[in-house]
Structure formats: C-alpha cells, structure tokens
C-alpha cells in the first residue's frame, strides 16, 4: 500500500499539469474553429465612389481578404417603389458604391480601427463602417475566458509542481543511502540522481497514457453518447495522436525540473 501511495502521491499531482495542458489544446483547437466562425460571419461596409477591386482594397490594407459588391439596384428599387423609371435611373446614376468587406484573422478592435483609417485614407472611399460595438463585445469575452483558463492552468500547474517537488524530496530520502554510496565513489550528480529520474520517469509515462485514455475515451465514447451539439460538433479536436507526444515530452520536462530542484536544494545527501 505505502508503494501505491507514494506513487500516486507523484502520478496525480502529474496527471493534474497534464489534464491542464491537454484542456488549454483542446481549448485552443476548439475556439479557433469558433474565431473562424466569427472571422467569416464579420464583415465591415465601405462605401465609395468609383467601383472598386479586391486588390484596390488590398493595397490600402492587407488584412481584407474578400469583397463582395452590393448590388445598387436592389437598393434602389427598396427605396425608390411607386416612383417613375427615368427617376430611378437618376437615382442610381447618384448612388455610391457598396462593398462587404472580409478580414483575414479575427482582430482586435484596434486592429478594425487601423483598417478603417487606412480606407479612409483613400479619395475614393466615402465612408467605412465597421460595426466595432456587437464585434468588441463577442471579442473581449472571448479573451477574457481565454485568460481565465490560463490564469486557472498556470495557478494549478504550480500548486502540482510542488507537490511533486516534495514526493521526490520523500524518494531521495528513501535512497539516500544508494546515492551516498555514490558520491563517496565519486559518481557524477546525473548518476547519482538516476535512481529519482527512473522512478520519474515511470510515473510520467504512466500518467501521460492515463491522461490520454480519458481524452480518448471522451472523444470516441462520450463525446458522442453525450448529445451535447458542441462536443459531438469538435469531436475532431477533443484529442489528437501529437497531443500524447506534446504530454509526454511535458512530463519529461516536469520530471527533470522536479529532480534537479531536489537535488540542487541541498549539498551531497544529508544524514
């Protein structure tokens, strides 16, 4: 029993940075489908003077990536019903040009803002609208989840980080005997330690497969058993084959920090 405790009292601590790590890319894979949803559905009116071309608006500024002309006969005929035809030719002979403009990445305000001077800057475009109020609201909420998820990933990371620390504080003890054995022979630190570092390492490939069986078995099984549209709509990127390498190679990294914190906090292993 003290064996299991002692390795799960370093496995979950583990399994805690790892949950973290693979919620923060599932988080990540998952909002940039929802960016590109809100980078497609958004689009900003100019309108001008003179026709104009995609290029013509892509040299003023390179993040307009589509530009779809509004037909002004259509909006003639809304607003001019129940008048003569030779009127509704003046009034579209003076009608101005209308574009829908697309960007290329979901920007932030001031990035809309920079757009529209740079438009604006043009003679030939009369006005830009870019409908920043409903686009601000949907991205500062955006942000401030994504933040709070960092803030909660990087506060339990820590937290779990000493708790590892202090299991292998524990480990170095129980062989400290081995490893003064070791250095009164002379045997190099790496040598020296590889009794923590196998036992480490052990542990975090252990932890790295539990972790990807729950996020396997959430997206396979779960997921889809679940009937929750906005799971069964990202299954795809609950989980990916890379995400084991990513955790494994986390673990890895936790793993050394961990044993030549413990190492390096005291000189040679103390009675």
């Given amino acids: 029993m003290k064996f299991i405790k002692n390795h799960l009292m370093f496995i979950l601590p583990l399994m805690a940075i790892l949950l973290g790590i693979e919620f923060y890319l599932v988080f ?11 980078q497609e559905g958004y689009f900003m009116l100019a309108v001008t003077k003179k026709p104009m071309e995609l290029s013509d608006f892509q040299a003023l500024n390179d993040h307009i990536s ?4 509004i037909k002004r006969e259509s909006i ?20 101005p040009y209308f574009y829908n403009l697309g960007i290329d990445s979901y920007l932030h305000t001031s990035g809309l803002e920079e757009i529209k001077k740079d438009l604006e800057a043009d003679a030939n475009i009369k006005q830009v609208e870019t ?6 609201s949907n991205y500062r909420l955006f942000a401030f989840i994504k933040f709070i998820l960092k803030i909660f990933i990087v506060f339990m990371a820590i937290v779990s980080l000493f708790l590892i620390i202090k299991q292998m504080e524990i480990w170095k003890y129980a062989h400290k005997e081995r490893m003064q054995v070791m250095e009164i022979f002379g045997a190099p630190l790496m040598l020296r330690s590889g009794v923590l570092f196998k036992v480490a390492f052990l542990d975090a490939i252990f932890s790295t497969l539990l972790v990807s069986a729950i996020f396997f078995y959430t997206k396979f099984y779960w997921a889809v058993q679940s009937g929750i549209d906005i799971m069964v ?12 390498g990513i ?9 050394i920090i961990a044993v030549y914190t413990v190492v390096f906090s005291s000189k040679g292993v103390q009675e």
């Fill in 28 to 38: 990540e894979r998952t909002t940039n489908t929802y960016e590109k949803g809100l």
């Fill in 66 to 69: 589509t530009a779809e002309k």
């Fill in 76 to 95: 003639v005929s809304e607003v001019a019903k129940g008048i003569s035809q030779s009127s509704s030719k003046e009034i579209l002979a003076t009608l």
């Fill in 131 to 136: 409908f920043g109020s409903s686009y601000q």
């Fill in 233 to 244: 709509q990202n299954q795809e990127a609950l989980f990916k084959v890379s995400d084991i």
């Fill in 247 to 255: 955790l494994l190679g986390s673990s890895i990294v936790i793993v």
